[in-house]
């Protein structure tokens, strides 16, 4: 089963929901696709064994086979391409926005001169290892780069599909996020009782209806703020999963760079109560 934990904001909990629902299980695979800002290795204190590049295939111009016709430009549809023809007897010209690029082709393929090739660009780097018997990966986006969706892809192709996979998704609900929980099982959207956790928690319920993912919420700090996050849960029929309290000695053990099932083992009973309620929703 792939589980995606993922939130409408940052600073919800969800990678501390992640990180204490993967201590939680057994034969697990831990995913860290937050790859802007990853942090779940602060918690887990990985042994990391093995790091690769991480490229897309960027187009490279031959200007003495392009003669501008701009077809390049037409068919990319991330306007990484900008054409000026010649005129006026004065050569045409070519620039390639590298920043922009998808690396998805289609210019090398449309182009009818064969000026185009696709080179490697580096946008980052793919981490694997244990956390004891867990495994471990995460990808670090280089600084400069515009773009994680491509990264993100990088590190599911390491996915164990017989393994119980815990996906910690970037924030917010972006191309990024869509790339981080697509293909998932199941997807956990922490929230806290705030009114921009409510409305960004509206927005993440929005694009896991478009995807068609199950889904289910966790609300975080559950006694502060109000009740309308209930409220919102119990009219849209969305099953609140787990909630958990704020308590002071929490966020000192994160503060630390510690877990809550490791601080507080009584927890990890609450978590493995978390797993078997979605295995349950999966089932019905």
Known sequence: ??????????????????????????NVQ???CDVEEPNAHIFLKPIIEKEEKAYILVPEVDEAKCNYCGKCRQVCAYNAFAVLPPQN????????????????????FFCEQQAITEVKHKIGIVESGYVGSMRFVQGKLDIGQAMAPPLIRQVKEAIDYGKTVIIDAPPGTSCPVVSAVKGSDFCLLVTEPTPFGLNDLVLAVEVLRKLRIPFGVVINRADLGDNKTEEYCAAEKIPILMRIPFKREIAEAYSQGKVMVEVFPDYKKRFIDLFEKIQRIEQE
């Open 1 to 26: 089963m792939i589980i995606s934990v993922a939130s409408g904001k940052g600073g919800t909990g969800k990678t501390t929901v992640a990180v204490n629902l993967a201590l939680s299980l057994n």
């Open 30 to 32: 831990f995913l860290d």
């Open 89 to 108: 007897n004065k050569k045409g010209s070519i620039l390639v926005f590298t920043d922009l690029c998808h690396g998805c082709g289609a210019c090398s």
